[in-house]
Structures are given as structure tokens and as C-alpha cells.
């Protein structure tokens, strides 16, 4: 089959197709079906917006086969409301109960993860997960580590944190401030000479912050964990990923030991306009 085809028994020349094509790879034609532009198959990004769009399916993608895609479901749609109390009812969780988060529920979160947005749908996040409680507690000691040496010897391009050295002793008391005893973190990772690669793996956790909170698990982002995996070799040894990646983005996840009741108070968002 060509790369586009377009079935003009179904095609209605709605022009949907043409409208929402991010690359603008069709032509429209008022008394016929759209038809492509030269070099289709090298320009398109395969983002699936033509064939999703199309009311009749009277077009047919090479790379994309209509069969293999969902459909909407209109009655799982949320309402303004819904979603209001949702996003407003999020929290960060640094308490776990002591209980592993399965293999198979954290591979069903990273498959609905995966379908956010990523630049001209390159799809190029990638994830380590780890749920092995000694290897968690080697990355907080090497964070430790790394804390230790930014206090006592200083790190270029780091301020210290004037809580430092509490951290420090908080964690050599027995208490986990770096990875809070998470049963797993997961981390996200791309090519380290792809501009846009952080903000997709940012993108990407994001959406599966909010994800873990619709399934009982909560999350919270590990910040301290991210700055000694971008400043500190040992720990980018430990992480051992491919090479020329990066690791972009991490969250600690697990079971929330405790329920809130109550949506805490924030700022006013700062808004210009124009």
C-alpha cells in the first residue's frame, strides 16, 4: 500500500485530517479526497493524529494500523469538576507502608505513562525501575556522599544547602531524607545530545505522578536524589545507563501510609497578561 491511503468510498471531505496534521503533509480539495505532499514518508512524525481524527476511517497509515487503535470512550471522560479535585487532591508522598509495589502494576503505570507528549513524537523517554531495597539504599548513601563532599570540599556550581549537614546526620542516624525508604523509584532517562530529551522524561514523570494517585500509590519527586545523579560520577556509575544518556527525571513510589483529608492552602498563581 502507498504510505496515506484514503478510502474515497468512506472519506466525507470534512477536512479533518487536513487540519489537525502537525507537519501539514495534506492538501485539501473541496470536491475530492485530500491528497499528500510529495516526500509524505520522510516528513511525517507518525503521531496517529489523521487516522485518530477521522469519524468515517477511511484513512490508512502504513506505520499505524487503524486495528491497533483505542477507541475513545466518551463515558470515561472526567468533568471540570472532577478534574479540579483531582489535581487539587494530589499530594507528595515521603511515607510508604512496607509493602512492594508489583512488577505488573508498575508495568501497567509506564504503559499509560508512555503515551505522553513527547517533541515531534520522537518517544525517545526511557525508564529504569528499581525495586531492589539494598540497591535503593546504595543511591541514598552515594546522594549522601556526594552531599558530604559538596560541604566539606564544595562542588562547582552548587550552593551548598545550609540543612546539609542535618540531612547528613539525620541519614547517618538511620533515617532514609534522600529515597524516604521507597519501595521503588523510577527513574527516567534519554540521549544526553537531545535538547528536547529532558523536558520529554520531565513530561513524561509527570503524567505518571498522576497516574500513580488514581491507583493507591503515591509518589514524590526526588529531588536530591537528581542532583548527585547529575554532579556525582559514582553514582552515575551505579546507575550504569547507556551510553551518551542521561538520566533526566526521578520518583520515588510506593503505598501511602497515611490518607490526607484536607487540601492545603497555596499561593495565588502570579499571572501576566497580554
Same mark, same amino acid.
Given at each position: =500500500?502507498? #504510505?496515506?491511503?484514503?478510502?474515497?468510498?468512506?472519506?466525507?471531505?470534512?477536512?479533518?485530517?487536513?487540519?489537525?496534521?502537525?507537519?501539514?503533509?495534506? %492538501?485539501?480539495?473541496?470536491?475530492?479526497?485530500?491528497?499528500?505532499?510529495?516526500?509524505?514518508?520522510? =516528513?511525517?512524525?507518525? +503521531?496517529?493524529?489523521?487516522?485518530?481524527? +477521522?469519524?468515517?476511517?477511511?484513512?490508512? /497509515?502504513?506505520?499505524?494500523?487503524?486495528?491497533?487503535? %483505542?477507541?475513545?470512550?466518551?463515558?470515561?471522560?472526567?468533568?471540570?469538576?472532577? +478534574?479540579?479535585?483531582? $489535581?487539587?487532591?494530589?499530594?507528595?508522598?515521603?511515607?510508604?507502608?512496607?509493602?512492594?509495589?508489583?512488577?505488573?502494576?508498575?508495568?501497567?503505570?509506564?504503559?499509560?505513562?508512555?503515551?505522553?507528549?513527547?517533541?515531534?513524537?520522537?518517544?525517545?523517554?526511557?525508564?529504569?525501575?528499581?525495586?531492589?531495597?539494598?540497591?535503593?539504599?546504595?543511591?541514598?548513601?552515594?546522594?549522601?556522599?556526594?552531599? !558530604?563532599?559538596? @560541604?566539606?570540599?564544595?562542588? &562547582?556550581?552548587?550552593? &551548598?544547602? &545550609? /540543612?546539609?549537614?542535618?540531612?547528613?546526620?539525620?541519614?547517618?542516624?538511620?533515617?532514609?531524607?534522600?529515597?524516604?525508604?521507597?519501595?521503588?523509584?523510577?527513574?527516567?532517562?534519554?540521549?544526553?545530545?537531545?535538547?528536547?530529551?529532558?523536558?520529554? +522524561?520531565?513530561? *513524561?514523570? *509527570?503524567?505518571?505522578?498522576?497516574?500513580?494517585? *488514581?491507583?493507591?500509590?503515591?509518589?514524590?519527586?526526588?529531588? #536530591? $536524589? =537528581?542532583? *548527585?545523579?547529575?554532579?556525582?560520577?559514582? @553514582?552515575?556509575?551505579? @546507575?550504569? @545507563?547507556?551510553?551518551? /544518556?542521561?538520566?533526566?527525571?526521578?520518583? =520515588?513510589?510506593?503505598?501511602?501510609? #497515611?490518607?490526607?483529608? !484536607?487540601?492545603?492552602?497555596?499561593?495565588?498563581?502570579?499571572?501576566?497578561?497580554?
Amino acid at each position: =500500500m502507498d #504510505f496515506i491511503e484514503i478510502d474515497k468510498d468512506k472519506c466525507n471531505q470534512d477536512g479533518l485530517c487536513v487540519a489537525v496534521c502537525p507537519s501539514r503533509l495534506f %492538501e485539501y480539495h473541496k470536491e475530492t479526497p485530500p491528497t499528500t505532499v510529495k516526500d509524505i514518508e520522510s =516528513m511525517c512524525i507518525r +503521531c496517529g493524529h489523521c487516522v485518530a481524527v +477521522c469519524p468515517t476511517g477511511a484513512l490508512r /497509515h502504513r506505520s499505524l494500523d487503524i486495528h491497533r487503535f %483505542e477507541t475513545v470512550e466518551e463515558e470515561f471522560r472526567l468533568s471540570s469538576e472532577q +478534574c479540579e479535585a483531582f $489535581f487539587k487532591g494530589r499530594r507528595s508522598i515521603r511515607a510508604y507502608k512496607d509493602k512492594p509495589v508489583s512488577q505488573e502494576k508498575i508495568t501497567r503505570l509506564l504503559d499509560i505513562a508512555r503515551y505522553a507528549p513527547t517533541a515531534r513524537n520522537s518517544q525517545g523517554v526511557r525508564w529504569l525501575v528499581v525495586t531492589d531495597r539494598a540497591e535503593i539504599k546504595r543511591y541514598a548513601g552515594l546522594v549522601i556522599d556526594f552531599f !558530604r563532599v559538596v @560541604l566539606n570540599e564544595g562542588v &562547582p556550581g552548587i550552593n &551548598p544547602n &545550609p /540543612h546539609l549537614g542535618k540531612l547528613i546526620s539525620d541519614y547517618d542516624a538511620g533515617t532514609d531524607v534522600i529515597l524516604r525508604d521507597a519501595p521503588a523509584i523510577i527513574i527516567t532517562y534519554g540521549d544526553k545530545e537531545n535538547r528536547l530529551a529532558q523536558n520529554d +522524561c520531565v513530561i *513524561a514523570l *509527570a503524567n505518571l505522578e498522576l497516574i500513580t494517585s *488514581a491507583t493507591g500509590l503515591g509518589c514524590c519527586w526526588a529531588g #536530591f $536524589f =537528581m542532583t *548527585a545523579a547529575a554532579n556525582y560520577d559514582p @553514582l552515575k556509575e551505579a @546507575l550504569a @545507563l547507556p551510553e551518551r /544518556h542521561q538520566a533526566f527525571g526521578a520518583l =520515588m513510589i510506593g503505598y501511602p501510609r #497515611f490518607r490526607y483529608q !484536607r487540601i492545603p492552602i497555596r499561593r495565588e498563581a502570579k499571572i501576566v497578561w497580554r
